[in-house]
């Protein structure tokens, strides 16, 4: 994905839902720095301290800062730790699901559906705990890009080890950051590993390097004796995005804007063809990564007249920008000047003196 835009460089059955197991967490982690403050305290519940492997190992009644289980759920990926955090922020865990959820589809995920906060296997009356790999990467993107604690995710999910104990000062803990991928390819920004034994391997990334910003995400990448695999291939589209894509500016100074006729509502409600046309503007300008072979297209979805009264600033239809054929964006068309309907005076003009042409010359 072009995480500058959101646009799908490459698929592959990138929008079938699997599991997702602990990729789960970047979602759960910005929404605890979006609602929660890096200090407030958070009391451990008996079924948080429940949660099987990968564990903090918290107690039930134990004190933590937020701030510190939030390292834990993205350098170790502690599912104790995420549903501590999740009944912080929701007051339950299933009210912060349905937080969850709602992000998503507030992001853009058409196909996701979120059941626990730490990404283990479940289901339910609407399907299994998954999402798809696009909607991981929209996920993601959002994280980088447009949350207003951008920085903090970012400054969490890159740090290489971090210490710290529970409010009373009673234990102490150490975490090391399991995104091996910070320490494969330059430019490597943040990322999340993931596994289930539905799920398998699962990995999503961003990258920025050249001006761009590029975003990996795998599902289902192999089972057990292929844990590597996600490595391997991380690598491989981040490069193949670094050698194919290059950045283009596209503005409206593509479009060719052809005024459209315009006709006349007369008083008596007659309508006569009118050679007037009015003038319309559509404004944009994105930044695009493209491949050379990729070919820009426009689809004008304007209406064939206009009736009036016409007034600028209308909108009149719309713009298509197409990648290869496909709709990338649209974009509205708007009237740039004022055409009114003719008065009962000119009306009469125009028929007194038509009556004359026909019946006396």
Sequence with gaps: MDGKNGRVLYDKAGEEVRANASTTKILTCILALEYGDPDDIVIVSSYAAKMPDVQLNIREGEEYRLKDLLYSLMLESHNDSAVAIAEYIGGSVEAFVDLMNRKAIEVGCTNTHFITPNGLDAKDEYGIHGTTAEDLARIMRYCIRESPKREQFLAITRTA????????????????????????????????????????????????????????????????????????????????????????????????????????????GTIKEDTETVGWECHFSETLLLRTDEQISVKYLLPEYLKCPIYAGMQAGSVVLLIDGKAFAIYPVTITENVQSESLYDFMKEYVKDYIDRNFF
């Design 161 to 268: 080890t971090y210490s710290f104990t529970n409010v009373g000062g009673t234990r102490s803990f150490s975490c090391s950051n399991h995104n091996a991928f910070l320490n494969m390819m330059d430019g490597a920004l943040t990322g999340k590993t993931g596994f289930t034994g539905s799920a398998g391997y699962c990995y999503v990334g961003a990258l920025e390097r050249d001006g761009k910003i590029l975003i990996v995400a795998l599902l289902g990448c192999g089972w057990p004796g292929n844990k590597t695999y996600k490595w391997a291939d991380t690598k491989k589209l981040m490069n193949y995005g670094l050698a194919n894509y290059q950045e283009h500016v596209i503005t409206d100074d593509i479009l060719q804007k052809n005024k459209i006729p315009v006709l006349s509502d007369s008083v008596y």
